[in-house]
Structure formats: C-alpha cells, structure tokens
C-alpha cells in the first residue's frame, strides 16, 4: 500500500495534490482538529500550516510536515522537539509575490490612496485640492526591512527602482543579501536604525525573539512621519502599542496584512482582526492577510509541496528544512 498523506484542505487541492503523488503516494482529505487527523495514526506525512500538538505526540507514524507557505508559528515546534523524529519544511515560492504587495500597501499608504479613493465616492474633491495629507515621497528616503529572508530581499531588489536608502536587521546581524541593503544590524541593536528610518517593512518569522519585537519603546524610536509595513505576523508587533500611537499620530501610519486574532473557519461569522478598532483609523490601511495569493502561486505550492513530500517519502532530503530551534 502507497505510503498516506493527510491533507486537510478542500477536495480540489487534494485531487490535484494526488495527480502529483502518481501512485507513489495516497493523499486523504481529513478535518483539521486533532481528533480527526488522528483517525489516520499511520500516515507519514501532513501537508498544512496548522498541526495541532496532540496530533504530534500521538501520531506514531508521522515522519513529516509540511507547510504551503513560509510561515512555521501555526505548527508546535516544542512537540517536534520532542518526537525528535519528524522534519519539518515550508515553501518560498510566495516571496516575489509578498513582496510586490508590501511595496503596494507601502504606496497605497504613502499616497493616501484608500483615503482618496473612499471620499471621493462621496463626491468629496477635498484631495483634489491638497487635502489634510499630502502624498510622501518614497524617493530620499530611508527604509528599514526587518528580517532579509526570501520575502525581505525580494522587497528590497524593488525597492531599489524608487531611490530608497535600504538598511536591514536580522537575528545575526548578517546576511547574504548584504549587496541588496547599505548597512545591517541585529534585532537587539535596533535603536539607531528605527530612527533614522521613514518607512518600516516587518518580514521576518515570528519566533520566541521576535514576539512583541515592536512595542511602546520601539515605537518611541520612530520618527512622527515614519510609515509601517507589516506583512510578516501579527504578534511581532503589540498591538495596544501600535493602535494607540497611530491614534494620538505619534507614527504616520500603517499598512497591516497579518493580525492578531483570525477566524477559525471560513465560514465563521464576522471576526474583528484586533481587540482594538484599527478599522476606524483613516491612517491605517487594512488587509486580510492575502499577501501571498495571486493567479499562479497556488498551483506552484501544490506542484512543490507534493514533490518535495515526495522527495522525502523516496529517501532523499527534502527542500527547506526548518531549524526547530531557531524557528524558521
């Protein structure tokens, strides 16, 4: 019997998950609760970026996961250290396509476009005129990206074209994008770089070292007119912290793609983002985390996730083993 491979997502990406698999591999549409994963001790693998720890720890034939996308912080990385014997991997094909993105909500934000956009429908020619907010500049400006993975150095290789000064934190305080950016820092050294920056990009992993990496004291380092970008994960930034410097106008604004509270089904009632009403703040641009999808980026992680499971199933190391101790 081929080996089994859990995927609990619709049935359209299983049966296209399947013709990759060939014969080689089952693939079998499940539940994402642990209880009905469960059903399936014997499978080898789970393709999601959502695994509960009890399927984890029970699971006694799981040797593998593996994520659609870059992000990791869904997945208990303490149970996987504890089975010892499970790989984990995750998938970069969305970097260009995050990145074109956070440059949008960076332009949008930084020309008040939804602001414009949305009086205007009422007929309002205030912005016609000037307005209360005049469009920024990205040109001569300085512009910090926070973690320089994949998505962070396709964000600074556009960003070039727009004469924007790059500078760059990591975990290390290196990289091997050092080309893309003038200077580096680390996570821990951070001061310096977050007040002499306009614009903040945030595309790092969400880690026990990053959580609430942007808090009061980080946001006192930034500039009134700094603009920031967040398209990494929602917990990276306090978002009491956040709410209430846009709202006194302590920061210009912000551009927010990930949050802090998501629905748990997609056919749950209506679910506030945040415990506090970004919604109502004109200097702040909302968006439900959908950075990462466009016309083609599905079919790609599906071609990549079932070949790099398969890989894995044939006895060859696959693509983009996570380090569980860094996190990412």
């Known amino acids: 019997m081929p080996p089994r491979v ?16 060939g014969n080689e591999a ?22 999601s970026g959502r695994v509960p720890r009890e399927y984890i720890l029970q699971a006694s034939g799981l040797r593998m996961i593996q994520t659609f996308g870059a992000g990791v912080d869904r997945i208990d990385h303490d149970a996987l250290l504890q089975r010892g014997d499970v790989v984990l991997c995750n998938a ?13 909500l960076l332009l949008a934000l930084a020309k008040n476009l939804v602001v414009n956009d949305r009086t205007f429908r009422n007929g309002d020619w205030t912005y016609r005129y000037g307005g209360p907010r005049p469009n920024i500049e990205l040109r001569g400006k300085t512009c910090l ?23 760059a934190a990591t975990r290390s305080g290196t990289t091997r994008h050092h080309d ?16 002499e920056a306009d614009f903040v990009i945030l595309t790092l992993p969400l880690t026990k070292e990053s959580r609430g990496l ?39 604004g ?6 802090w ?47 790099n499971v398969l890989r894995f199933l044939r006895g060859d190391t696959p693509h983009n083993i996570v380090d569980l101790q860094c996190g990412y």
């Open 6 to 21: 859990l995927v609990p997502y619709d049935r359209e990406i299983v049966e296209s998950i399947q013709r990759v698999f």
């Open 26 to 47: 089952t693939a079998i549409q499940t539940g994402r609760d642990a209880e009905s994963l469960l059903e399936h001790p014997d499978a080898v693998a789970i393709i």
């Open 92 to 104: 970069h094909l969305n970097a260009e396509e995050v990145a074109e993105y956070a440059i949008s």
């Open 145 to 167: 990206i926070i973690g320089l993975g994949h998505i962070g150095a396709q964000v600074a290789r556009r960003l070039q074209s727009f004469d924007v000064t790059l500078k």
């Open 180 to 195: 893309l950016v003038s200077s580096v820092t680390k996570f821990t050294e951070l001061k310096s770089f977050v007040r």
């Open 214 to 252: 942007v808090d009061d004291r980080f946001i006192s380092w930034m500039k009134p007119s700094t603009l920031l970008v967040n398209i990494s994960r929602g917990p990276i930034v306090d978002e009491g912290a956040l709410f209430t410097a846009l709202k006194e106008q302590r920061i210009a």
């Open 254 to 259: 912000a551009a927010l793609d990930v949050w």
């Open 261 to 307: 509270n998501y629905p748990q089904d997609r056919d749950d009632a209506p679910c506030w983002p945040s415990k506090f009403p970004f919604h109502e703040l004109d200097n702040v641009i909302i968006s439900p985390h959908r950075a990462a999808y466009s016309e083609s980026i599905v079919k790609e992680q599906i071609s990549f996730v079932a070949e």
